[in-house]
């Protein structure tokens, strides 16, 4: 009798031993957005909304090439103005012209992930765009 008592914890310690041991792959972090001061709070929230669409797409179809290593860990860098507003993505570089067609990113797709990119709070780390990305 002794030892059936002794022994109902040698599961549990495997157990917990098999799942600290595991890798459990976190999720990555979510953006936060600045807007400007003067913006109405229903069109934050209307935006706010396009803005967590975009950084799904964006994960779904630029983060493979455009996300860049800082601190040990991945993550989105920050675009310039000028870079949103003036570089297509279909089109800047000969990597998007076969790889990112309108029937992966439809034109109102693209609009939110420009408002991802557009709002997405700066962290300091300079986007790469065009052929020198992809030379990496």
């Not at 807007?35 to 799904?56: N, R, S």
């Not at 507003?85 to 089109?91: A, E, G, I, V």
């Not at 800047?92 to 067609?101: G, I, M, R, T």
Request: contains cysteine; charged residues 25%; aromatic residues 10%.
């Amino acid at each position: 009798m002794f030892k059936v008592k002794s022994v109902w914890w040698l599961p549990v310690l495997s157990l917990s031993t098999i799942l600290s041991n595991c890798k459990v792959q976190k999720k990555p972090d979510r953006a936060e957005f600045e807007f400007p001061a003067a913006m109405k709070d229903y069109v934050k929230a209307d935006f706010q909304k396009q803005c967590v669409k975009g950084e799904v797409l964006y994960d779904l179809h630029c983060s493979g090439c455009h996300n860049v290593k800082a601190k040990r860990k991945m993550v989105v860098p920050d675009f310039t103005t000028a870079q949103v507003l003036s570089y297509d993505m279909r089109l800047a570089n000969k990597a998007h012209q076969s790889n990112l067609d309108s029937e992966q990113v439809t034109t109102e797709e693209l609009g939110y992930i420009i408002s991802f990119l557009s709002y997405k709070k700066k962290i300091g780390v300079p986007a790469i765009i065009g052929e020198e990305n992809h030379s990496k």
